[in-house]
């Protein structure tokens, strides 16, 4: 079909006006300040690590990343709030591993983690550790396993509920080692440590900053991290996978925003949060939560969230978990 010559040149400047557009677009991105929604209490390693991220685009692109702190249903809130928001870049989501259970966890959510959430960076990686009391047999994760299946169903672990990081840690290990053990949850971390302190539990599969310090002190026994790396923190602890092949657990940790939001604005953000995880300064700070980067593009991020949600729902419906 033939278009009339007046026609043909509209169109034709309407679409080498598109790049030129899109550029002013993002260069004027953010004209205001944006949220980054937390679905955990401030304080908390997820909120410190929102905050320490918001300041660095804070002083980066010129406006305010104010951290908003949405509690409730193990982030889903949170979730929630950005999932629905206008997909323009001025609402975005501290997301991570608790995300990636819930979408299993939750059988009827009112929003889909994996459709609705566009990924825009990973920043941190947390190992858990695999600790036990001093006074427990076991003092290797090869002698912790042979006392299990001795004693199936003797060992009991604690979590800080049911979905948490050092829950799922924990039925992983379950499923890999072929072991069995009796899952007791706690409102919290800090109270399952106080009983595996006490000698109450066998095992705990602490986050990082939890356990560290009662690891360094000799109060507790750590017998391997969950990552697949050994950490700098802790570097002559081995890792869990050293014994049972392809085992690997984590806390992650990143950014996301609403499904349609701008691949140039995804872009910009990606940039900006990769250039946080190279700086030196900024890395130090990162140590300090026990983690290590997780540098990279929307792509990379997006494929570590599809392949930890599908592992994390399979681990959730073999041991057939349900939210209390």
Do not use: C
């Amino acid at each position: 079909m033939k278009l009339p010559r007046r026609k043909f040149l509209h169109l034709a400047a309407g679409a080498a006006a598109l790049p030129t557009a899109r550029m002013a677009r993002t260069q004027a991105y953010p004209s205001r300040p944006v949220r980054i929604l937390v679905g955990f209490a401030a304080g908390g390693a997820a909120d410190i690590l929102a905050r320490m991220i918001g300041q660095w685009l804070s002083e980066q692109l010129g406006q305010q990343f104010i951290v908003e702190n949405r509690l409730g249903a193990s982030g889903n809130i949170a979730a929630e709030g950005a999932a629905n928001a206008t997909p323009d870049g001025y609402t975005l989501l501290l997301l991570g591993t608790p995300h990636a259970v819930n979408a299993t966890l939750y059988e009827k959510p009112s929003f889909s983690f994996i459709r609705d959430i566009v990924p825009i960076a990973g920043l941190l990686r947390v190992p858990n550790i695999m600790s036990v009391n001093p006074l427990f047999p076991a003092k290797t994760v090869r002698e912790f396993v042979a006392y299990a299946k001795a004693n199936p169903g003797k060992v009991n672990f604690g979590s800080g509920g049911i979905g948490t990081s050092p829950h799922m840690a924990a039925e992983l290990f379950k499923m890999s080692a072929g072991v069995d053990m009796v899952h007791v949850p706690y409102r919290g971390e800090a109270p399952a440590l106080t009983d595996l302190l006490g000698g109450q539990l066998q095992v705990v599969f602490g986050t990082m900053p939890a356990s560290v310090a009662h690891v360094k002190a000799g109060r507790l026994r750590a017998l391997a991290v969950t990552t697949a790396a050994r950490s700098e923190v802790i570097p002559d602890i081995p890792t869990v996978g050293e014994f049972v092949p392809g085992y690997e657990s984590s806390l992650w940790l990143g950014i996301g925003a609403a499904r349609s939001t701008p691949v140039e604005i995804v872009d910009r953000l990606n940039s900006e949060v990769n250039a946080a995880l190279a700086d030196p300064k900024m890395k130090a700070r990162f140590a300090d939560l026990s983690g290590s980067v997780l540098p990279g593009s929307p792509a990379d991020f997006g494929k570590l969230i599809a392949d930890e949600t599908a592992k994390l729902g399979k681990v959730i419906r073999a041991a057939n978990i349900k939210r209390e």
